[in-house]
Nanobody
Framework: QVQLVESGGGLVRTGDSLRLSCVASGIALSEYTAGWFRQAPGKEREFVGAYRWGSFQSSSVNPRFISRTTVSRDDAKNSVSLQIDNLTPEDTAVYYC????????????????WGRGAQVTVSS
């Protein structure tokens, strides 16, 4: 059974940085693209960033966030992390980790497995 479990969410202040982690079980994340999406109340799910499968050591970040977002993978922990700096209330959302086989990009429909999400709330 495949599970993706996010952690690191919570209440933060404007200007803070946040690091979310996603630990996988049942799959080796190195064999999948590991992606991060977010969904704010009343809005569609939005691609944040992804780390490519294999040994490419390549990541992709939504241009909207590229100046303040980093995606990384830790194969020893079978996990992927998302760091967002300089948070604003507009970053308030549920952040989801997902895994895609044979795909590297931001289309949610291409991702095979999803975590339950981690709430991030940014106060002004």
């Amino acid at each position: 059974q495949v599970q993706l479990v996010e952690s690191g969410g919570g209440l933060v202040r404007t200007g803070d940085s946040l690091r979310l982690s996603c630990v996988a079980s049942g799959i080796a994340l190195s064999e999948y693209t590991a992606g991060w999406f977010r969904q704010a109340p009343g809005k569609e799910r939005e691609f944040v960033g992804a780390y490519r499968w294999g040994s490419f050591q390549s990541s992709s970040v939504n241009p909207r966030f590229i100046s303040r977002t980093t995606v990384s993978r830790d194969d020893a922990k079978n996990s992927v992390s998302l760091q967002i700096d300089n948070l604003t209330p507009e970053d308030t959302a549920v952040y989801y980790c997902a895994a895609a086989m044979g795909y590297f990009g931001g289309s949610a429909k291409e991702y095979n497995f999803w975590g339950r999400g981690a709430q991030v709330t940014v106060s002004s």
